[in-house]
Structure formats: C-alpha cells, structure tokens
C-alpha cells in the first residue's frame, strides 16, 4: 500500500503529514520498535491498531527507529529531537517538529460536530467576535482550543474558561492559557489542509 506523506514548513517548525487508506497494520509493523510492537498488541480495535502504526511509519520516515515517549501528562518527545507533537484525525496522522520550543499540534476534519459543541469550547465574548455558524471557523476554534489544552501542561482544563481565542489577520490567532497562579499567552497559526484543520503555535508560549 502506498502511503502519501507531505510536509509544510513555517519558520521554525516542521509539520509532517501521512494520509492513509484502510489497511493491514500487520504488514507495517517493521516500523515499530520492540516497546511499541507489545504497545500495539494491546489494542483490539483495528482504527486504533492502523492510527498507532501510521504514526510510526511517519516517525520512521522523519526519525528512523527513535523511540516515541510520552510524559507525565501524556506529551509526546524523542530523546535528543528537539520539541514534536503529535496529532490524529480520520485517516491522518501529522507529526510537527521545532528544536526550539514546545509545541501543540492540532488536527480535526471539518465537519458539523464543532457546530454542535461550540457551547462547551466557546467563551461569551468568543461567541459574539467569531462566525459561530460557520463550520469552518467553528472547527478552527475547536482544533485551536485542543492545541492550546497541548500547551497548557495539565490535563483538568475546562475549554470555556480556561482557554481563550482571539482571531488575528490571515492564519494568526492568539491564544490565551489561564492557569492556576498564573497566566500564558501564545500565537498560533491556523489553516485549512484538503479537508481538515492544522492547528500550531507559532511562538513559544510565554507568562503575563
């Protein structure tokens, strides 16, 4: 089966894209360290079992063999890589890479279901500034908010009030993180890919 992978370069930060079809995972699985090989016997569900092992085959692409870990919230990091962040939505996986700063990666397929949600994810004062009918930008806010959940380095957040949006020109917006004690802001860059949403910071995040 053939695979198509492409990338998109913004600065610092290098986003990696594999889109794939249905397929066996089983053919695949040379692209899985020994630790990740008894990690994927684990599942039992085939979308999970071709999700796990596209990303492997995208990090073998990019990285070789380097092993992916994840840390006490669950952040994914390659020792002696720089920063990644990984991503999933239907049939795609997308791996973002900067050696600068920590990233959040976001991807979500446009569809409907962001309309429907945008009460849990969307603040008052979001809702009056943004095109709450527009799937589009309603998906923008959700893949935004959930890169924004990546950077905030705690798992308990509440979408509403901890996470603030604000639309800039073009592809930039600003996010704000509003954790205990102390505040986070940071820019992210945001634009349509075929059928989906890529969602990533395109600064570091930094404190009020």
């Not at 006490?72 to 996986?93: D, K, R, T």
Request: with cysteine; hydrophobic share 40%; charged share 25%.
């Amino acid at each position: 089966m053939d695979f198509n992978i492409d990338q998109f370069v913004f600065e610092d930060t290098v986003i990696h894209f594999l889109e794939y079809d249905n397929f066996d995972p089983v053919d695949y699985l040379e692209h899985l360290t020994s630790d990740e090989l008894e990690r994927y016997h684990s599942f039992n569900h085939i979308k999970r079992q071709r999700e796990f092992v596209a990303t492997r085959i995208l990090r073998h692409q990019v990285f070789g063999y380097a092993h992916i870990h994840y840390n006490s919230v669950g952040a994914p990091y390659i020792n002696g890589e720089g920063y990644i962040s990984i991503s999933h939505a239907a049939n795609f996986v997308a791996i973002a890479f900067n050696r600068k700063f920590p990233l959040g990666l976001d991807v979500e397929l446009i569809r409907d279901k962001a309309l429907r949600l945008r009460s849990k994810f969307l603040t008052e004062e979001e809702t009056s500034a943004l095109e709450i009918d527009n799937p589009v930008e309603m998906t923008m806010c959700w893949s935004a908010k959930e890169a924004l959940y990546k950077l905030a380095g705690r798992k308990k957040i509440d979408f509403r009030k901890d996470l603030h949006l604000a639309k800039g020109m073009g592809f930039s917006w600003k996010g704000k993180i509003m954790n205990p004690g102390q505040i986070l802001f940071v820019d992210l860059h945001i634009f349509e890919y075929k059928n989906y949403i890529i969602t990533f910071n395109s600064s570091s995040v930094v404190t009020a």
